[in-house]
């Protein structure tokens, strides 16, 4: 019986399917990797892989600017029986109001909604708030904040009833609660207190500027978090206001907390107090500058005294060398025209008159005869 041979296996493809859609080889580039890669065979195949790296973007938040006067004899006397420890300096007065209301014409003519306020926040305790004359509250042109361990909604029943007896316009302020966006809370295990906001009158035709809300809180790292936000902040019943600078302008402890927040800060644990008047224990930290006002009296006690030049019993929470060339571990003393830069160049009370002084130091101290004080303003940043 004979065998038949098997024939040779074929090359030809199985018939394709009816359902199997024509390939177009014209689609293809002849010369692609894909094409030579299935030439190869399976061992010699690289398989190529297309990695994408995503880069996260931090938006910086806003310096903090600490604006304070202080004494130099004693060092960093910033109060006494809860006044300052010399005579109202009107020079020093009008420099803090330009500097803290001023908000360049770029910013202010850039926002795209007309009930958009475009204004810097002004940050203080409530010791501070009630120092300030009652008919100077709020600080005009800038949205007043004050940071409180009271109840926030009573504290703004009594500011409102305190502006009432001023001025009746005054009853048409509104006090309601506010509630800070998602994510703005620093301890979102704690309960959090309300926060509240005083809505002023609708401007009339004859008040110049419009008023701007006040608001009040239990948390100073929450608030500075929000205020540093660069989207606008929704009022209710008010509209939105865009921050461009942030300034804290006391007390004592509000100070020790802004510091204890600073970008590069390591402040000797004596610094920190045991009393929190708010939730400040946060991670957060801030690009803290420092504005000092320097004081002295014009026929200053020599070094050999052992007499003060002013009378304090409140001071601030860090020490600033008294002449910006000593050298000071934890800040430095920045530039003139850095100086310039952080208040949009604003004249700084010794540039005004370039008046000489006693020790023959031209420009260096802006001398107030009326009452026998003479200033200066340093900017400080941290090391």
């Not at 005009?140 to 409180?148: A, E, Q, S, Y």
């Not at 008159?353 to 200066?376: C, H, L, N, S, Y």
Request: neutral net charge; hydrophobic residues 35%; contains cysteine.
């Amino acid at each position: 019986m004979s065998t038949i041979p098997t024939p040779p296996s074929t090359t030809l493809s199985t018939p394709p399917s009816s359902t199997d859609l024509p390939i177009n080889t014209s689609q293809f580039d002849v010369d692609s990797d894909d094409d030579t890669e299935t030439k190869m065979s399976p061992s010699k195949r690289i398989t190529k892989t297309t990695i994408t790296t995503i880069k996260s973007i931090t938006v910086k938040p806003k310096p903090i600017y600490v604006i304070v006067a202080t004494s130099l004899n004693p060092p960093m006397g910033i109060g006494y029986r809860g006044n300052l420890p010399w005579s109202p300096i009107k020079t020093d007065m009008a420099f803090f109001k330009a500097v803290t209301s001023h908000v360049p014409a770029t910013l202010a003519s850039s926002t795209s909604k007309s009930t958009t306020q475009t204004l810097n926040a002004v940050v203080m305790g409530r010791k501070t708030w009630e120092s300030i004359p009652t008919r100077f509250r709020p600080l005009v042109g800038r949205l007043n904040v004050v940071i409180t361990r009271s109840k926030s909604v009573e504290l703004g029943q009594r500011i409102q009833a305190d502006l009432s007896a001023v001025s009746p316009m005054a009853a048409e302020w509104a006090v309601h609660e506010f509630e800070f966006p998602p994510g703005m809370s620093t301890k979102p295990t704690k309960a959090v207190e309300t926060s509240a906001i005083l809505i002023p009158p609708p401007p009339s035709p004859a008040s110049s500027p419009a008023q701007a809300p006040i608001l009040i809180s239990p948390s100073l790292t929450s608030t500075l978090a929000l205020l540093s936000t660069p989207s606008a902040i929704s009022i209710p019943a008010h509209g939105e206001i865009s921050i461009s600078k942030i300034f804290c302008i006391g007390g004592a402890e509000i100070y020790r907390q802004i510091l204890s927040h600073s970008s590069t800060g390591t402040h000797n644990s004596n610094l920190r107090s045991n009393n929190h008047e708010t939730d400040t224990d946060g991670e957060d930290e801030f690009d803290v500058r420092i504005l000092q006002t320097q004081v002295r009296p014009m026929k200053s006690k020599g070094p050999e005294d052992s007499d003060v030049d002013l009378e304090c019993d409140t001071f601030f929470p860090d020490a600033l060398p008294a002449d910006p060339g000593i050298k000071s571990a934890k800040w430095k003393p920045v530039s003139e025209t850095r100086l310039m830069e952080w208040v949009d160049g604003i004249a700084v009370p010794q540039a005004q008159g370039k008046q000489p002084t006693a020790d023959g130091e031209e420009g260096e101290w802006f001398k107030d005869e009326k009452v026998g004080m003479k200033i200066r303003v340093v900017g400080w940043e941290r090391r």
